[in-house]
Nanobody, 125 residues
Framework: QVQLVESGGGLVQPGGSLRLSCAAS????????MGWYRQAPGNQRVLVAT???????SYADSVKGRFTISRDTAKKTVYLQMNSLKSEDTAVYYC???????????????????WGQGTQVTVSS
């Protein structure tokens, strides 16, 4: 079964940096799209950034120029480098993977819209 495990969240002062990581596991062959969403208290979950298997990226306007998404295809891992953090970046950050192809020795599967458990990022002085 495909699993996504995030790490790297925590407390940081405004203007600081954090790097989130998300590792996928589960006999994976490849992953079409990986990305990050976030959800602040009382708000809906919103897109932060995505990256395709070919390396194309997209960002929410609110994080452009401050956040950088990258992936290590061989390690099935996606990263989010967050710089110049602001208090409004405070949220639970969720890793996302879509069209995850896997093979368990008997069957090929394609998993859609897989989510991690979330990691808390708090920006506060």
């Amino acid at each position: 079964q495909v699993q996504l495990v995030e790490s790297g969240g925590g407390l940081v002062q405004p203007g600081g940096s954090l790097r989130l990581s998300c590792a996928a596991s589960g006999s994976i062959i490849d992953i079409n799209t990986m990305g990050w969403y976030r959800q602040a208290p009382g708000n809906q979950r919103v897109l932060v950034a995505t990256i395709s298997i070919g390396g194309s990226t997209s960002y929410a306007d609110s994080v452009k120029g401050r956040f950088t998404i990258s992936r290590d295809t061989a390690k099935k891992t996606v990263y989010l480098q967050m710089n110049s953090l602001k208090s409004e970046d405070t949220a639970v950050y969720y890793c996302y993977a879509d069209k995850v192809r896997s093979y368990d020795g008997s069957y090929y599967r394609t998993t859609l819209n897989k989510w991690g458990q979330g990691t808390q990022v708090t920006v506060s002085s």
